[in-house]
């Protein structure tokens, strides 16, 4: 049989801009699993330890160097194609999304000896041929952040690998339960974020004082 735990939230007075109405300060009571509890208490003990050992962070992106979010990619009039689309994060673009360092600095300038080589097939005595283009037009231009980014580098400094490794992302915001739907509808298939009604019923529901 599963066991309920009863919480309260103190909620300061706010501006509901959906609503367009300012709420009074009331408390809110909920109701979770023990589990739930846990979770939640093992989680925020997460991020804390993240935000104590990475104070330098992004608080934008969390680590996580940008965002992806989904777009139509189906032709005009055929229906709906989830297309992936993964944009870099403004805040931290030149920074380390972990520990803050600047990748200008720490980045070696073997990076556009290298790429200029690449591009070259490892032709090195075509590269010394054309030494004086390559070298000063070419390196000129070349952006060793830019390389960085294309060959998904660790960070040089803290060992930041692009989500490969242990805490390379904040454990983020704490994800919505529904431990509400669970006891007032014991009935009920639970599908979170499938079920319109559910996510419906759970917006109304936020704003109704004990």
């Not at 979010?69 to 920074?95: Q, R």
């Not at 360092?101 to 980045?107: A, C, I, K, S």
Request: glycine fraction near 6%.
């Amino acid at each position: 049989m599963t066991e309920w735990v009863k919480t309260e939230h103190e909620v300061p007075e706010h501006y509901d801009e959906w609503r367009e109405m300012t709420l009074p300060a009331r408390t809110m009571t909920y109701w979770h699993t023990k589990d739930c509890i846990e979770w939640s208490k093992a989680h925020k003990a997460a991020a804390a330890e993240y935000e104590a050992k990475w104070p330098n962070y992004c608080k934008k992106c969390g680590g996580m160097r940008g965002d992806t979010h989904y777009e139509n990619g189906a032709p005009h009039g055929c229906g709906y194609w989830a297309m992936p689309v993964s944009e870099p994060c403004e805040d931290c673009y030149d920074k380390c999304s972990r520990c803050g360092v600047d990748l200008n600095e720490v980045l070696p300038d073997s990076l556009l000896v290298e790429e200029v080589l690449r591009r070259l097939d490892n032709d090195v005595a075509l590269a010394k041929q054309n030494g004086y283009y390559f070298n000063t037009y070419w390196m000129e231009y070349l952006d060793k952040v830019e390389i960085w980014y294309e060959q998904e580098m660790p960070c040089p400094v803290c060992g930041w690998n692009w989500g490969k490794g242990k805490d390379d992302y904040h454990p983020g915001d704490e994800d919505e339960c529904f431990c509400w739907d669970r006891k007032d509808y014991p009935g009920r298939d639970h599908n979170p974020g499938v079920d319109d009604w559910l996510e419906s019923a759970y917006e109304d529901r936020t704003y109704i004082p004990d």
